[in-house]
């Protein structure tokens, strides 16, 4: 429980006697005054800045940026001028990319504060007056009226039909009604302190007056501001990956090139041209290409994402999002419509069903499965009636054009309360509503509903000159102002059997976690009443209405995708646990698991909620603290988290989950800055289809680190071989570093964007903790690049052996062969398989390509200015039969390899 919980179960007198405050009087200027000193501004504090300066210099203390600049200095000892240019530019442009992130997410607190009220009215030194909010102490007496934002944390000591939507903080789905008294307890959830209104969230009806207890930092926003400075952001799988990676080709590099220079010179080369070739090798180790490469891949995904609904802020994210292992989503609005509905109507003494959902006015009635209409049911129809009439909301519908055709679409939406929208909804649906209904009844006065009586009450005429009470409330208390109950199409008295009847009816619904209101009437006669006193008794009972805000119908396929996946649903909500349960139940997503609420988490130590957490799938009533501490569980436990959500308590979580994702039109500014993606329709099924693209986007990664690293492991064993075997070099350092630029490139680039294979989301996410080799990708490298560096030898060999005078006829072949095996291994790297489980034309970006780096081989080939250049010579058509017998080799080779010996499934085990 948080320091301010301790005020909701004192009353009026305890909490103005201890903060030395009369409500009639306020504080004067110079109390005030001594209370600012103690306590500071009524403001969120701001984190120590980083300079902007030391953010951008911080983006070149990564490993791989390392990696590339000694691959520059390296590119400039050999002349290769371009090389250096191009890395250099790679480097700069991670490094503003990242610099633009990390300033956009110091945003977050900078849109927290914007939610802070600029200022109040304060009773002080006996009057009543306008202050900077800023100024406000604690002992202040603050008023509050519809559309005031609420300035600090206030104990209200006076309300009158006073809602506030609290959502952007507790998540409750509808705004909460307060009262002033006292609660029983202290130790309640935060969207359960009624006499309480919190720092940031609004008065949407009836007004207040509250006594401040909390200022800056010490509310509940300031508490959220707090988590939000200290909860440090998660490394992505793919940065700790290439990091991985970096450091393993870094080694490797420097290993190659002393070894390569002293076998060399040991077998009597020249001392300077093997420096030359060790360092070209050293380049070919590190595949300086790789960043832009992976940048380029995550780039396109963002944008296949963005014609998904999906937004994405952090490009690191991508990637993410394919290794998510649990989903924690919101409730409202993500897994449900966000749009109360009412799903059943109990009257004349039999429950009917309503079907349709949201604000559209389409759906039907029926009883035991049988259609019923409304205008031929007295007590139904008058059930609407009343639930119409005695209502202050407005259903609007707003034309659109769509389509080729051009169709008229109608769209509708509720101006005011949500309950009451979903009223006017259903009594649309019956026929009962609109224009019309409206003319034909006067409204004379009106008793607004307040949370004391929990009842509103409209007294109206209609053309023939009757006049009645129409009146809705909470079941209860109803009920007990009813004489008579409306059966068979006339007034009969109100039985106890009949009290039993409706008491069953309305736990029963309440079970299926809809919430009920209760509808009754009474003709009146006499005069006009004074008060609801007065008015509400010897009522009429008519029924009962229950409504939810209903699940979307896509999220059910959707999280059965995920459950095939291997990915975990988990709902985390801050509305009520049954309502929690019988969505979840819904959906789907409660299959055995367990369900618990904030006050359970409350009591728990962390090490046996981190025990539990595994087997929970609805957490209801949460605080940010709670959310927090489940994301923070779940990943202890080695899971990879997606938290989404879309409120000011949402974000702390959102920020230390290895994805955050926000609601793009529901979300608050916080949340979204907070966030690594953004949903741009608030939808959970666009959560999944993001998943798929992030799964699609890392296979893709690897594709092209596993082509890219067993190209290069042959262009180093063919060098390395070579030497060891007393033969010349088969290849000089400008074709090592030609065949680097040629297959490199754009290969690698077009299998960045390689459609998803079939079985994408029919497998279990992959172990966050996996390094880069694992499944397969290790052995394909190191099989591959043995037969392509073998295959090249070989051809370099048969080649130089017909002519030892030869030699530049020997090593083009070689260049040729190392080229073209490349170049066909690069369709082996599209699947897990073999080369013949995809067809090449599927990715026809990655034909062209392959046909592109073909002619710049050929180029360097046949045209004779840069022949001497790159030491070749134009082939015959024998030798191009050794080039293309001796390319074809590695990847058929090693494919039958890996369908006949158990060691490749023995290498990929170790890998893991």
């Known amino acids: 429980m948080s320091e301010g919980g301790r005020y909701v179960d004192w009353n009026v007198e305890q909490v ?14 110079a109390e005030a005054g001594r209370r600012m000193e103690q306590t500071g501004p009524n403001q969120l504090a701001e984190a120590e800045r980083i300079s902007p300066v030391v953010l951008l210099l911080n983006q070149f203390k990564d490993f791989m940026v390392l990696v590339l600049l000694a691959a520059t200095l390296v590119s400039g000892l050999l002349g290769e001028y371009t090389d250096a240019i191009a890395i250099i530019a790679i480097v700069v442009l991670n490094a503003v990319l990242g610099f633009v992130q990390e300033v956009r997410a110091e945003k977050s607190l900078s849109a927290l504060r914007e939610l802070s009220a600029p200022t109040a009215r304060v009773m002080r030194n006996g009057e009543w007056s306008r202050i900077q909010a800023a100024h406000l102490v604690p002992g202040d007496i603050v008023a509050l009226e519809s559309g005031d934002r609420i300035p600090a944390d206030l ?80 490394q992505t799988p793919l940065q700790r990956r290439l990091e991985q990676l970096g450091k393993i080709l870094i080694g490797v590099a420097l290993l190659l090139t002393a070894v390569v220079v002293v076998t060399g010179i040991l077998h009597g080369h020249d001392a300077y ?100 209409r409304p205008d031929k049911e007295v007590a139904l129809k008058r059930l609407l009636e009343v639930a119409v009439l005695c209502n202050n909301a407005r259903l609007i519908g707003e034309s659109s054009r769509e389509g080729l055709l051009r169709r008229k679409q109608e769209t509708w939406r509720v101006d005011g309360d949500p309950t009451e929208g979903a009223l006017l909804v259903a009594g649309a649906k019956g026929g009962v509503g609109g224009e019309s209904l409206l003319q034909s009844w006067t409204r004379i006065r009106e008793f607004p509903f307040d949370s004391e ?67 009754a009437y009474r ?29 979307r119908e896509e999220v059910k396929e959707a999280i059965r995708t995920c459950r095939r996946a291997g990915i975990r649903t988990v709902m985390i909500t801050g509305d009520h646990q049954m309502t929690a349960v019988a969505i979840a139940r819904q959906l789907g997503i409660l299959q055995g698991g367990a369900t618990v609420n904030g006050s359970e988490i409350q009591q728990m130590g962390e090490a046996e909620f981190r025990k539990k957490a595994k087997d929970i ?110 033969l010349p070099l088969p290849l000089v350092p400008i074709q090592i570093l030609w065949v680097n630029l040629v297959t490199d490139g754009l290969p690698a680039m077009a299998l960045g964007v390689d459609p998803a294979e079939e079985d994408t989301m029919n497998r279990d996410p992959r172990n966050s903790r996996e390094n880069i080799f694992a499944g397969g990708v290790g052995w394909k490298i190191l099989s591959r690049g043995l037969f392509i560096g ?39 790297c599209r699947s897990s398989r073999t080369v013949f489980h995809r067809s090449p034309f599927s990715n026809p970006l990655l034909v062209l390509a392959v046909v592109s780096s ?58 893991r």
């Open 16 to 29: 103005t006697g201890h903060f030395k405050v009369d409500p009639a009087e306020g504080l004067d200027d």
């Open 155 to 234: 104990r209200l000591i006076q309300t009158a039909n006073m809602y506030i939507e609290e959502s952007a903080l507790t998540g409750e789905s509808v705004p909460t009604s307060k009262t002033n008294g006292k609660l029983s307890r202290g130790d309640v959830p935060l969207g359960d302190r009624k006499n309480m209104a919190f720092l940031g969230t609004m008065v949407v009806r009836g007004t207040g007056i509250g006594v401040v207890v909390h200022t800056g930092m010490e509310t509940e926003m300031g508490r959220i501001a707090h988590l939000i400075q200290t909860t440090e952001a998660m």
């Open 273 to 372: 041209k093997m420096f030359l070739s060790g360092v070209s090798l050293a380049v070919a180790a590190i595949p300086e290409g790789l960043p832009a490469i992976v940048t380029i891949a995550l780039a396109l995904g963002v944008q296949r994402m963005i014609k998904r609904r999906a937004i994405v802020r952090k490009l690191p994210s991508v990637e993410t999002l394919g290794c998510a292992s649990i989903i924690c989503s919101d409730k409202t609005g993500t897994l449900t419509q966000n749009k109360m509905t009412v799903t059943h109507l109990w009257c004349d003494r039999r429950k009917i069903e309503l079907s349709g959902s949201g604000y559209q006015p389409d759906g039907d009635f029926y009883r035991d499965g049988r259609e019923v």
């Open 453 to 519: 009586r929990k009842m509103m009450s409209v007294f109206l005429e209609d053309r023939g000159g009757k006049r009645f009470l129409f009146t809705k409330g909470g079941p209860d208390v109803l009920l007990e102002r009813c004489t008579h109950i409306l059966q068979g199409g006339r007034a009969v008295p109100l039985k106890e059997s009949h009290r039993t009847e409706i008491i069953q009816m309305n736990e029963e619904l309440a079970k299926m976690a809809l919430r009920n209101l209760a509808f």
């Open 523 to 551: 003709e009146w006669q006499g005069a006009t009443p004074d008060n609801e006193r007065t008015a509400e008794r010897k009522l009429v009972f008519v029924g009962l209405a229950g409504m939810i805000d209903p699940p």
């Open 617 to 726: 799938h609805v957490y209801a009533r949460v605080s940010p603290e709670h959310k927090l501490k489940i994301v923070k569980a779940l990943q202890e436990e080695g899971h990879v988290v997606a938290m989404t959500g879309d409120g000011v308590n949402d974000a702390p979580a959102i920020k230390a989950a290895d994805i955050g994702i926000a609601m793009g039109v529901t979300g608050t500014d916080v949340s979204k800055e907070a966030s690594s993606l953004v949903l741009a329709d608030d939808n959970f099924a666009t959560i999944v289809a993001a998943i798929e693209e992030g799964r699609n986007i890392y296979d893709n990664i690897r594709k092209f680190i596993s082509y890219l690293l067993a190209s290069n492991v042959g262009e180093i064993l063919v060098m390395f071989l070579a030497m060891l075997a007393g």
């Open 790 to 828: 073998l295959s090249t030898l070989v051809a370099f060999w048969i080649a130089y052996s017909e002519s030892p005078d030869d030699l530049v006829r020997a090593q083009t072949i070689a260049f040729a062969t190392l080229v073209m095996a490349q170049l066909i291994y690069v369709f082996d």
């Open 854 to 911: 073909a002619a710049l081989m050929i180029g360097v080939m046949y045209y004779p200015p840069l022949q001497p250049i790159f030491h070749t010579t134009s082939l015959a058509l024998r030798e191009w039969a050794l080039v293309a017998v001796a390319a074809a080799i590695p990847t058929l080779a090693a494919g039958a390899l890996d369908m006949m010996l158990p060691l490749r499934r023995m290498v990929t085990r170790t890998e």
